[in-house]
């Protein structure tokens, strides 16, 4: 195979493509950070940590720079490539991302935890440091993770069916406000066409996957795979026998679980159980 060319001689990485555009069209422009917060209306360190490489930002300030620049659509794109881009997550969860992306269905279980396309920033940081992950690289693999949701948005978003077991439900976050937002966020997605959660409530019984999180992922060339994951470890399986042996298992658990309409009333209600925080 040919050697690529660089035509550019710019980063080929998307993450720090994106930072070094932001910087050389802040440059051309003459600007200093706080002159470019006052025209576009976000604080400096927004901007200084974008331009670092320390966070990719959300889509709205992306698209008012997009606006500003009159770069339209270029940020926006280079953005969704260092969002989605596989190499930014810990090396061990980078096959499993990059069939993710490519997935035109997704079914999940999961014991003790939401799936990661299903957090809130504060459920993934809160998850994440739990984990031991610290500083700079916590606030990187949270982005990470956050950005991952865009798979699910969309009008060609593959369809994502996931059952919730209670524990995963009950097992709340530090902070009551963020567990209501947590929460919020579920009963939202459930408003989506292509998203569709069931509860696994207490008290039905041992099951088959009792300590594994398993994902199934229907690929385009028609494969099935499958990604097991626990507290110390994860594995992607494509091997049809044992792929199978799993699906066999997470069908027993469909059984047991509530459905639509009684798992979103399941969440509505734990919502509401949640007390609020006290006015100042």
């Known amino acids: 195979m040919p050697q690529r060319l660089v035509v550019t001689g710019r980063s080929q990485e998307p993450r720090a493509r994106f ?14 950070l706080r002159d470019l917060a006052k025209e576009v209306g976000w604080d400096a360190s927004q901007f200084s940590k974008m331009e670092s490489g320390q966070t990719l930002g959300g ?17 926006v794109t280079l953005w969704e490539l260092a969002v989605m881009d596989p190499a930014q997550f810990k090396e061990q969860y980078r096959g499993y991302m990059e069939l993710e992306a490519e997935a035109i269905s997704l079914w999940h279980y999961g014991g003790g935890t939401l799936h990661g396309l299903l957090q809130t920033p504060q459920y993934a940081r809160e998850l994440l440091a ?5 500083g700079r690289e916590l606030e990187r693999q949270v982005e990470a993770r956050i950005g991952r949701r865009q ?14 077991s209670e524990g995963a439900l009950r097992a709340s976050l530090r902070h009551p ?29 041992l099951h088959g996957l009792m300590d594994t999180a398993v ?8 494969r099935t795979v499958a990604y097991v994951e626990n507290d110390v470890r994860g594995e992607l399986i494509d091997d049809i026998s044992m792929v199978e042996g799993l699906q066999r298992r997470y069908d027993a658990i469909r059984d047991l679980v509530l459905g639509p309409v009684e798992s979103r009333k399941f969440i ?13």
């Open 19 to 32: 930072s070094e555009e932001l910087r050389r069209l802040r440059s051309e422009r003459g600007l200093s």
């Open 59 to 75: 889509p709205e300030v992306v698209q008012a720079l997009d606006q500003f620049y009159g770069t339209p659509g270029l940020l």
């Open 130 to 134: 739990a984990g031991g992950i610290r």
């Open 151 to 164: 798979v699910l948005e969309g009008e060609e978003a593959p369809p994502f069916r996931a059952l919730l």
């Open 177 to 205: 406000r963020e567990w209501r937002d947590q929460l919020a966020h579920l009963a939202e997605v459930l408003e989506r066409p292509n998203i569709t959660l069931y509860v696994l409530p207490f008290g039905t019984g």
């Open 215 to 222: 994902t199934f992922l229907r690929l385009p060339d028609g």
């Open 268 to 280: 509505l209600q734990m919502l509401e159980e949640v007390p609020c925080e006290p006015s100042t």
